[in-house]
């Protein structure tokens, strides 16, 4: 055994420290149901701080992760957007397919289930990083319009340097992956969109959106409109 120490009141130094509970805990968040089944966002410090889809199949089943596995120094998928500056709604689940946003390159993609290769959706950004900038689009807060095989949602583009602000849009983009498009623009002229939401007929589609200087809980407009067959 080590010789014992004696130190003041608050001097002692624990061999505990936050920087090794951190390291290991696990953050769970935004739990969703799809089929039957249970998922969950999960964010791991020991893997580099990157997030992941967990799905619980059946009541008792072992969790499984849906999000590619994590290699170190090879290329991986974290479920993260940087939209609106603090992110959130990185991922949706639907019919057991997911689309997520990946933080490492910046584009939204589709997985068709556990262990299957996540598909593009939209373009990997051919300009450089401007100084101070991120990607050039940020996608978030995403529905799925079954009926027209798209996903719907928030794109925060960055690739005017000469704008002090990103130019913020409500994008339909195409679930297929064939045109590798930013998004359709459905809804555009406001400095900030959220919360898209189709009506249970996929008829008519609600969002929220407000200016500078406000924020979001000192005035918002909430706008419905009706889709046409095309959308």
């Not at 990157?50 to 089943?61: E, F, T, Y």
């Not at 249970?200 to 000192?218: I, S, V």
Request: charged share 20%; glycine share 10%.
């Amino acid at each position: 055994m080590k010789p014992r120490s004696i130190a003041a009141y608050g001097a002692w130094k624990s061999p505990i420290t936050s920087s090794m509970i951190g390291e290991q805990m696990i953050g769970l968040s935004e739990t969703r149901f799809d089929d039957g089944k249970i998922y969950w966002l999960e964010s791991r410090p020991p893997e580099n701080g990157r997030s992941v889809i967990v799905c619980r199949p059946a009541a008792g089943a072992a969790p499984q992760d849906v999000t590619a596995k994590y290699e170190a120094g090879c290329p991986y998928y974290n479920i993260r957007t940087g939209a609106h500056g603090y992110g959130g709604g990185a991922w949706i689940i639907s019919s057991g397919v997911a689309y997520f946003s990946n933080y490492s390159d910046g584009r939204l993609y589709r997985q068709d289930g556990i262990g299957a290769k996540p598909v593009p959706l939209t373009p990997l950004a051919v300009q450089p990083r401007a100084p101070g900038r991120d990607f050039q689009c940020k996608y978030a807060d995403g529905v799925i319009d079954t009926s027209r095989k798209r996903w719907i949602g928030i794109c925060e583009d960055h690739s005017n340097p000469a704008n002090k602000y990103p130019d913020n849009r409500l994008v339909a983009v195409a679930c297929n992956g064939s045109n590798l498009d930013p998004g359709r623009v459905l809804a555009s002229g406001h400095d900030f969109y959220s919360s898209p939401r189709l009506s249970p007929d996929g008829d008519q589609l609600a969002w929220l959106a407000w200016d500078h200087p406000n924020m979001p809980w000192t005035g918002t407009t909430l706008y419905v409109a009706d889709l046409d067959r095309a959308g």
